[in-house]
């Protein structure tokens, strides 16, 4: 049983590029959470995601960063015309349930020149 | 606004000692409270949670000690070994419905010396 699976593991855009960071839950694992570790700093979360719908974004940034988690394939982190302050690991974590534990991913490693 | 916090960045032990990390948060809803352990360039590992109603919950050469009137939760390892080494988070969360939703203090970097 294949745990959560990120890509691309690192990343490197330019200022002003557009990133997409994919994530495939745990088989069976049909709730999806997202979140951001900036340097020397926890985890921040993000968004909570079930199949084609956001029920939680409330760390979402305003402009530019959209998620989504559609019936068939990943889940989708974009980010649009990206900035320095961006540059982060994205971590994304899966759950069977709303009340089971979660498990995380290995990280996407952004980085924006 | 930190809710959780993490005021110690490192700590060093030597192997086969104690390992004592703390974590202090604010919010008095968080009703369950984990342990993440995350080495460099991987995702964080569940390691050990503990249910507001405990004050204690032990696992292995793990400990978690939740103390809810001082808002104070601390892990112990014993014995240390240098396999530890790695990133402690302390996170928390609200409600049993929303398990993947936590907030994570900013974690402590152990060093466990052979």
């Known amino acids: 049983n294949a745990g959560v699976m990120q890509n691309p593991r690192h990343l490197v855009r330019r200022r002003g590029q557009e990133a997409r960071l994919r994530c495939s839950p745990m088989?069976?694992?049909?709730?999806v959470y997202w979140y951001r570790q900036l340097p020397e700093e926890g985890l921040k979360f993000m968004v909570y995601?079930?199949?084609?719908?956001?029920?939680?974004e409330s760390g979402m940034p305003k402009e530019r960063f959209s998620a989504e988690f559609p019936k068939e394939g990943p889940s989708i982190l974009r980010i649009q015309q990206v900035v320095r302050g961006d540059s982060a690991a994205y971590f994304c974590?899966?759950?069977?349930?709303?009340?089971?534990?979660?498990?995380f991913g290995q990280g996407t490693r952004l980085t924006v020149v | 606004d930190q809710q959780v916090k993490q005021n110690s960045p490192s700590l060093s032990v030597q192997e086969g000692r104690i390992s004592i990390l703390n974590c202090d948060y604010t919010?008095?809803?968080?009703?369950?409270f984990l342990w993440y352990k995350k080495y460099p360039a991987e995702g964080p590992t569940f390691l050990i949670s503990?249910?507001?109603?405990?004050d204690k919950n032990e696992d292995g050469r793990f400990t978690v000690f939740l103390n809810k009137s001082a808002k104070h939760l601390s892990l112990h390892i014993v014995p240390s070994q240098p396999g530890d080494s790695a990133v402690y988070f302390c996170?928390?969360?609200?409600?049993?419905?929303?398990?993947?939703?936590?907030?994570f203090g900013q974690g402590t970097t152990l060093q466990v010396k052979p």
């Open positions: 996170a928390a969360r609200v409600g049993s419905s929303n398990t993947g939703k936590l907030i």
């Open positions: 995601l079930q199949k084609e719908n956001i029920i939680d």
């Open positions: 919010n008095s809803m968080f009703d369950y």
């Open positions: 974590a899966s759950s069977k349930n709303s009340d089971t534990e979660a498990f």
């Open positions: 503990i249910s507001s109603i405990k």
């Open positions: 088989k069976g694992h049909s709730h």
